[in-house]
T-cell receptor, first 111, second 113 residues
Framework: DAGVTQSPTHLIKTRGQQVTLRCSPI?????VSWYQQVLGQGPQFIFQYYEKEERGRGNFPDRFSARQFPNYSSELNVNALLLGDSALYLCASSLLSDTQYFGPGTRLTVL | DQQVKQNSPSLSVQEGRISILNCDYTNSMFDYFLWYKKYPAEGPTFLIS?????DKNEDGRFTVFLNKSAKHLSLHIVPSQPGDSAVYFCAASWDNQGGKLIFGQGTELSVKP
């Protein structure tokens, strides 16, 4: 079975631009969560979506938004990019009452 | 406020010996704890978990111990293998509902042949 997939693998943007990251969960998983991992730190929770509804939100500014589609895939959008948004963005999927499984991540570099 | 802490940034162990990775937490409401392993350029891979009603969970070479009174958990790897070399993260949550995980900073384990 395919694991969690994310696209693109790498992305380079400039300050002020907008970016959209994509995630496809493991088949049958209806919960998708997004995390940001800055170098040298553990992942930080951004959002959880379940059945297309936002179920949780971390301490991130409103420049960050997400949505989940009927097929349970998800997009993370970041507007007005800052240098500090450079990070590895991880998507995790799960059955609601089960362990989260992570994708390989999207490496975002903001110049 | 760092609710989950891994105070050792790195650990070096000889192949065949035991690796012990430690994690401390501050929030007594955490109900579920997990360990993930991460190789460079990959996402975290789930290793083992434990709920707060248990004090030990074992899966092959990996054992997680939970000491609720000390708010401490540890991951034991026996015997350690060179392929275990990676960054290990502990994580905690208030439930096992697929939601917010709070991660520690990670410990880089190096297993030398």
């Amino acid at each position: 079975d395919a694991g969690v997939t994310q696209s693109p693998t790498h992305l380079i943007k400039t300050r002020g631009q907008q970016v959209t990251l994509r995630c496809s969960p493991i088949s049958g998983h209806k919960s998708v969560s997004w995390y940001q991992q800055v170098l040298g730190q553990g992942p930080q929770f951004i959002f959880q979506y379940y059945e297309k509804e936002e179920r949780g939100r971390g301490n991130f500014p409103d420049r960050f938004s997400a949505r989940q589609f009927p097929n349970y895939s998800s997009e993370l959008n970041v507007n007005a990019l800052l240098l500090g948004d450079s990070a590895l963005y991880l998507c995790a999927s799960s059955l609601l009452s089960d362990t989260q499984y992570f994708g390989p991540g999207t490496r975002l570099t903001v110049l | 406020d760092q609710q989950v802490k891994q105070n050792s940034p790195s650990l070096s162990v000889q192949e065949g010996r035991i690796s012990i990775l430690n994690c401390d937490y501050t929030n007594s409401m955490f109900d579920y704890f997990l360990w993930y392993k991460k190789y460079p350029a990959e996402g975290p891979t789930f290793l083992i978990s434990i709920s707060s009603i248990k004090d030990k969970n074992e899966d092959g070479r990996f054992t997680v111990f939970l000491n609720k009174s000390a708010k401490h958990l540890s991951l034991h790897i026996v015997p350690s293998q060179p392929g275990d070399s990676a960054v290990y993260f502990c994580a905690a949550s208030w439930d096992n509902q697929g939601g917010k995980l709070i991660f520690g900073q990670g410990t880089e384990l190096s297993v030398k042949p």
